[in-house]
């Protein structure tokens, strides 16, 4: 498509997840696309490369072209960066990525948005393949880069939209989630837990965030919603004025019946009646749960359960969603976006109900999120890592609050390295067949995934 006459986005804060999906959804559109921002990894710096969007490394104000029409602004920019100041100090006109994506995507499409804590990237990518399946061609912008798509955005060329609606806060000038800008007509909440420490001072803090999302429904939509989730209950306490319906419980409309221990075959039930099995390579039952959501928003927008549930058999879930990175002499590593205690242990619980007990399971972590790295949640560490042999973890920059000493409670051998290097050259000679070896972080991990399996080559 050939760019909009006269219009050029610069998008600072372009690396990130939802902010390189922000870039491919205008490029779409017509838009030519430059983006800045100061740490560019894999799997987003790799789509941007291959959709051929410059990148520039950092934020000089020199960047910002003369011509260019509109700023476009990521919620990781801070007064006091140079090219936000030359946009402020040139009265330039700039927007949000949320706002942005509000105006000029959503306004005419049926939004299916997906919040909670946890699976919002999964649920979502399950939602928008169930409707690829079905032949419908929608679009979506997903926090990751799901297998069967290949990119994180996509205009599509149906009225459906499906979006990871994410309650972070929209810029350094707009303090509300960035959720309340979508309006949704089908609204999945998948649970709510405390997160965000940077940013919310407590939980209810983030329930009056989702409040002011479940407000923005309209009475012909649908919240589809985690009946066994006290938190979200008390959201929609305060007020609720679209229809719900249920998943997560032994009282749901929405029911699995587990067929293996593992997740990875159930039977799917519907208001008590049985509408289906899945056998899908996904595991734990974390994901039955995100399955049961996306089949019933698939419900809502009249795709059938028999071609939704066939859907789940060809989903191949999410980079960095327990992805596989490479299998040597036996050994399998994986990569996982997990930087929760709830998403660690739900991962690792999943994966050692597919390898049983004989295997071992190698955990490594980097706490790459405030949220970890201030140590609001280090009670919950030790039983996270309860499926885990072996616990490896980097030590986090300026950690304070223990975690050598957390780490001294957990009944598995574990250490705390300051660097990458070190305990890939610990670890390496003493991994052996059959092992699974979990690497987990929200960022790039200082490339410790490619780093471990080049150690692994030399030596075995």
């Known amino acids: 498509m050939r760019a909009i006459k006269d219009n050029k986005i610069h998008i600072l804060g372009v690396g990130g997840t939802f902010m390189s999906g922000i870039a491919l959804l205008a490029q779409e559109k017509g838009y030519a696309i430059k983006g800045s921002d100061l740490n560019l990894y894999p799997p987003m710096s790799t789509q941007l490369a291959q959709k051929k969007i410059t990148l520039c490394e950092g934020y000089r104000a020199e960047d910002l072209d003369t011509d260019t029409q509109q700023i476009v602004v990521g919620n990781v920019i801070k007064r006091g960066n140079p090219a936000m100041e030359?946009?402020?100090a040139d009265h330039r006109p700039y927007i949000s990525g949320p706002q942005?994506?509000?105006e000029h995507i959503l306004r005419d499409r049926w939004v299916i948005a997906i919040a909670g804590t946890h699976g919002k990237t999964t649920t979502s990518s399950l939602?928008?393949?169930?409707?690829?399946?079905?032949?419908?061609n929608p679009g979506f912008l997903i926090g990751g880069i799901p297998e069967n798509f290949g990119v994180s955005a996509r205009l599509g060329s149906s009225p459906f939209f499906v979006i990871e609606a994410d309650e972070y806060d929209t810029a350094f000038f707009d303090k509300r989630a960035k959720f309340v800008h979508y309006h949704p007509r089908t609204l999945i909440l998948n649970n709510l837990e405390f997160d965000h420490a940077d940013i919310y001072p407590n939980l209810e803090a983030i329930q009056l965030q989702f409040h002011y999302l479940v407000r923005t429904l309209p009475n012909n939509g649908l919240i589809i919603r985690n009946e066994a989730d006290a938190n979200l209950a008390q959201v929609l306490e305060k007020g609720c004025w679209t229809p719900c319906t249920t998943f997560g419980s032994a009282t749901s409309a929405w029911q699995?019946?587990?067929?293996r221990p593992d997740g990875s075959s159930f039977e799917v039930l519907h208001q008590g009646k049985s509408v289906g099995q899945v056998n899908w390579s996904l595991l734990g039952k974390h994901n039955v749960d995100n399955a049961l959501a996306a089949l019933s928003a698939a419900a809502h927008v009249g795709v059938s359960s028999e071609i939704a549930i066939a859907a789940l058999a060809s989903f191949k879930n999410v980079k960095r969603r327990l992805e596989i990175k490479g299998e040597l002499k036996g050994i399998t590593l994986y990569d996982d976006f997990a930087h929760h205690p709830t998403a660690i242990k739900t991962t690792l619980s999943g994966l050692r109900a597919k390898i049983g007990t004989a295997a071992r399971l190698i955990t490594i972590l980097e706490f790459g999120s405030y949220t970890m790295r201030s140590g609001v949640h280090k009670n919950q560490i030790q039983q996270a890592l309860v499926d885990a042999d072996w616990i490896l973890c980097k030590q986090p920059p300026s950690e304070d609050w223990g975690l050598a000493e957390v780490l001294k409670?957990?009944?598995?051998?574990?250490?705390l390295y300051n660097d990458v290097d070190t305990l890939i050259q610990e670890l390496t000679p003493q991994l052996r067949s059959g092992d699974h070896v979990v690497m987990m972080s929200n960022s790039g991990f200082d490339g410790i995934h490619g780093k471990l399996l080049k150690a692994l080559e030399a030596v075995h």
């Open 86 to 88: 030359q946009v402020l």
């Open 100 to 102: 942005w994506l509000a």
């Open 127 to 136: 939602v928008a393949w169930i409707l690829e399946h079905a032949g419908l």
């Open 256 to 259: 699995a019946r587990l067929l």
């Open 409 to 415: 409670q957990c009944p598995q051998p574990n250490k």
